[in-house]
T-cell receptor
């Protein structure tokens, strides 16, 4: 089956620094990837849709200058949390869309736990 | 039993019993639904899906029921095992739209 990886799986950083999270589709080409944020005991909230070769589409309330998304190739999207603050601490999950699959075409990564001190 | 409040709704079930998890979805235009299982510290794992032209679909030990009239979805797990302990999310989607909308989640705790 389709496999999506994320790196790193866990990161701790100081307040004010920037953190980059990578999302890779390992065995398929993903024209679209999605970034979600999940707080403890809460559901997944879509942050943005990342399209290869074009600008990401952000959900309402998500700051695009705060959460920079780059989808430079068909197998890699990156999310950079700029000037991170403790309130950005969360579980970030990506998914990748396999265009050759109908309906259940989103495959999820294992998540990245970000802790901002 | 089931509890709600500040924490996730939690269903405690004895090992070997059947579990039923419910979900109310919001968009009457949604025509595709998925149940995901999420273990602590991991990403969502696909369990089963159903299209809106069906009202029931069965997998291995799992059954999904869809009631479009009241916009309700349920997941039944037969002979619940300790490995079924996780948070379960329903998700809805409109065909042709890439976006998945997730429900609030239900915690299942299996008592050995």
């Amino acid at each position: 089956g389709a496999v999506v990886s994320q790196h790193p799986s866990r990161v701790i950083c100081k307040s004010g620094t920037s953190v980059k999270i990578e999302c890779r589709s390992l065995d398929f080409q993903a024209t679209t990837m999605f970034w979600y944020r999940q707080f403890p005991k809460k559901s997944l909230m879509l942050m943005a849709t990342s399209n290869e070769g074009s600008k990401a589409t952000y959900e309402q309330g998500v700051e695009k200058d705060k959460f920079l998304i780059n989808h430079a190739s068909l197998t890699l999207s990156t999310l950079t949390v700029t000037s991170a603050h403790p309130e950005d601490s969360s579980f970030y999950i990506c998914s990748a869309r396999d265009p050759s699959v109908s309906y259940n075409e989103q495959f999820f990564g294992p998540g990245t736990r970000l802790t901002v001190l | 039993g089931e509890s709600v409040g500040l924490h996730l709704p939690t269903l405690s079930v004895q090992e070997g019993d059947n579990s039923i998890i419910n979900c109310a979805y919001s968009n009457s235009a949604s025509d595709y639904f998925i149940w995901y299982k999420q273990e602590s510290g991991k990403g969502p794992q696909f369990i089963i899906d159903i299209r809106s032209n069906m009202d029931k679909r069965q997998g291995q030990r799992v059954t999904v029921l869809l009631n479009k009239t009241v916009k309700h979805l349920s997941l039944q797990i037969a002979a619940t095992q300790p490995g079924d302990s996780a948070v379960y999310f329903c998700a809805e989607k409109v065909n042709g739209n890439n976006r998945l909308a997730f429900g609030k989640g239900n915690q299942v705790v299996v008592i050995p």
